[in-house]
Nanobody, 129 residues
């Protein structure tokens, strides 16, 4: 059974940092993509960053240079280091994983995540001015 459990959310002031962690279990070895998504009330869930089994990463433009996605597949862990946080980064952050070779933040990959992905319960990140 696939399980994803996030931790590390919280409240920080603008310019601060947080590190999100996600414990991933239940995936057999193979091609699967992992990612971080976020959602604010009334808006669609959006992709923030993804990483594939080769370690190739993609980022939403607004977080490039500030956020870093990383993984330790031996330990079944996914991370998101968030620096220089801004109030507009406030959201519930979700980790997700899906068996696919189409890893990224494009429309096709996003739909695959939404339709077939496994998701964590979410962790709140709040950035105040």
């Amino acid at each position: 059974q696939v399980q994803l459990v996030e931790s590390g959310g919280g409240s920080v002031q603008s310019g601060g940092s947080l590190r999100l962690s996600c414990a991933v279990s239940g995936y057999a070895a193979g091609d699967f993509c992992m990612g971080w998504f976020r959602q604010v009330p009334g808006k669609a869930r959006e992709g923030v960053a993804t990483i594939d089994d080769d370690g190739d990463t993609t980022y939403k433009d607004s977080v490039k240079g500030r956020f870093t996605i990383s993984q330790d597949r031996a330990k079944e862990m996914l991370y998101l280091q968030m620096n220089s946080l801004k109030p507009e980064d406030t959201a519930i952050y979700y980790c997700a994983a899906v068996s696919t070779v189409s890893c990224g933040l494009g429309i096709t990959a996003h739909r695959i995540f939404l339709s077939y992905g496994n998701w964590g319960q979410g962790t709140q990140v709040t950035v105040s001015i």
